[in-house]
C-alpha cells in the first residue's frame, strides 16, 4: 500500500500546486479537483504514468482519456489538427465543462487515446486546476478520480475513500461547482456531435456553432457496433450499491408509482430513499426524501455526492422521482446509468 498525502489548498495553495506539479513532473499520479468533478492525472505524454491510472481505478483499458491543458500553447502538445468547429468550441466555451475531440497529436501515446487516431481536450475552468497544470508544464490525462464504476467525486473526501493508499497525493479543492462531468463533443466533423452530455448544454452548443447532433447512445443502451464513438457508453457506470429504479411521466402518477413500490419494499424489510426535485420533496412524507435542489444546476450540483450518501446510509433501494424538463440530459443520463436502465414510465403497464 502506497502512503496517501492530502494537501488542503485553502491552507496551503503555493505547496499544493508546487507538490502537485513535481509529483506530475516525476511520473506520479495527482487527485486534483475541477470545476466538474476531481480528476486522477498523470503526465499525458508518459505511457508508464497513465498505465498506473488505469490499475488505480481498475478502469478498462480501452477506454481513453481526457487531457486537461492549462493554456492555449498547450492545445498543440495534445492536438493534431484542429478544425473549424473545433476552434469555435474551444473559444467559446473554455476555460469550461467541454471536452473537445479533436485528432491527437503523435506526442499523445495510444495508452492515452485507448489507439483512437482522436483525443478528447478540455481546459478546466477551475483555477487550481490550471495552475497545476502550467506550473508542470505538461498536459495532463485524467479520468474521474472515482474508482470505476463508483459515483465520480465531487468532494476531495470521495477521492480518499476510492483511492487511499492507490495514490501519492490528494489536493483538495473544496466541492466542485458542477458537479456532474465535462461535456464530451466530437468535434473532427463540421457538426459538433454529444457524446455525452453535462453543463454545457446542447442548446448552447448550438448557439454557438449553428447546429448539433446527440449521440442516442446517451439515454438507451449502445448498439455494439455504435460504442465505438465513445467507448464510455458501453459501460455502466455511476452504480451506487443501492438498487436505483427512475421514475418518468406525470409527477402525480410518478409518487403513486413510487407510494406503491415502497409499500412493497418496505413488506420485504428493504430501507427506501427517495430522490426528487425540492417541489416534489411534499409527496413522499413517508420516505426518506434526498431533495436535489430546484433544477438543473443544483441537481447536477447534488446528484454523485447524493448517491454516495445513499450507499453510507445504508439503503437498498433508492426511487429517482425525474422532471427531465427541469433536471436536465447531464442529471438524466447519468442516473439512468446509475439505475442500470431500470426506468419506469408511470402511467403505462410495463416497466
Ligand atoms: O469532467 C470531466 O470530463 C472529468 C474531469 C476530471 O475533467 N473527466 C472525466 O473523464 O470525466 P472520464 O475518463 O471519466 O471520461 C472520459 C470520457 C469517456 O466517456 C470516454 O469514452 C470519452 O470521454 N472519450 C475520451 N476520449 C475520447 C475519444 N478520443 N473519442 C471518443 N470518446 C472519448
Ligand atoms: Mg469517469
Redesign the pocket.
Same mark, same amino acid.
Given at each position: 500500500m502506497m502512503k496517501t498525502k492530502m494537501i488542503f489548498a485553502w491552507k496551503d495553495r503555493e505547496n499544493a500546486v508546487r507538490e502537485a506539479a513535481e509529483e506530475l513532473r516525476r511520473g506520479g499520479l495527482v487527485v486534483f479537483p475541477?470545476e466538474? $468533478?476531481?480528476?486522477?492525472g498523470a503526465n499525458a505524454f508518459d505511457a508508464e504514468a497513465v498505465r498506473h491510472i488505469f490499475e488505480a481505478k481498475g478502469?478498462p483499458q480501452d477506454?481513453?482519456?481526457?487531457v486537461?491543458i492549462a493554456d492555449m500553447q498547450q492545445l498543440a502538445d495534445a492536438a493534431g489538427e484542429v478544425g473549424d468547429t473545433a476552434r469555435i468550441l474551444m473559444d467559446t466555451f473554455w476555460p469550461g465543462?467541454l471536452?473537445v475531440?479533436v485528432k491527437?497529436s503523435a506526442r499523445i501515446p495510444d495508452a492515452v487515446?485507448?489507439g483512437?487516431e482522436?483525443?478528447?481536450v478540455?481546459m478546466?475552468e477551475n483555477e487550481l486546476a490550471r495552475e497545476i497544470i502550467a506550473r508542470a508544464e505538461l498536459p495532463v490525462a485524467?479520468?474521474?478520480?472515482n474508482t470505476s464504476g463508483r459515483p465520480?467525486p465531487t468532494l476531495a473526501r470521495h477521492a480518499f475513500e476510492d483511492l487511499c493508499g492507490k495514490v501519492p497525493l490528494i489536493i483538495d479543492g473544496g466541492p466542485c461547482r458542477?458537479g456532474?462531468?465535462?461535456t $464530451?463533443v466530437?468535434a473532427t466533423g463540421e457538426v459538433p456531435v454529444i457524446?455525452?452530455p453535462?453543463d454545457i448544454t446542447p442548446e448552447m452548443i448550438r448557439k454557438a456553432v449553428g447546429d448539433v447532433k446527440i449521440h442516442h447512445g446517451i439515454m438507451g443502451e449502445a448498439a455494439p457496433e455504435e460504442v465505438c464513438?465513445?467507448?464510455?457508453?458501453k459501460y455502466k457506470h455511476y452504480a451506487p450499491r443501492a438498487a436505483v429504479t427512475v421514475f418518468t411521466g406525470d409527477k402525480k402518477e410518478v409518487a403513486k408509482q413510487i407510494d406503491f413500490r415502497y409499500h412493497i419494499d418496505s413488506m420485504q424489510g428493504k430501507k427506501a430513499a427517495v430522490l426528487c426535485l425540492d417541489e416534489c420533496a411534499a409527496f413522499y412524507p413517508q420516505l426518506r426524501v434526498f431533495a436535489l435542489g430546484a433544477g438543473a444546476a443544483e441537481a447536477e450540483a447534488a446528484l454523485f455526492r447524493t448517491l454516495r450518501e445513499i450507499d453510507e446510509q445504508g439503503f437498498d433501494t433508492a426511487y429517482f422521482h425525474a422532471q427531465e424538463e427541469k433536471m436536465g440530459l447531464a442529471v438524466m443520463n447519468r442516473i439512468i446509468r446509475a439505475a442500470g436502465h431500470r426506468v419506469v414510465a408511470a402511467g403505462e403497464e410495463k416497466e
Open positions: 475541477t466538474t $468533478v476531481y480528476g486522477l478502469r477506454n481513453p482519456l481526457i486537461h465543462p471536452s475531440i491527437k487515446s485507448a483512437l482522436t483525443v478528447a478540455r478546466p485524467a479520468p474521474s478520480a465520480s458542477v456532474v462531468e465535462s $464530451v466530437d457524446l455525452r453535462g464513438a465513445s467507448p464510455g457508453m
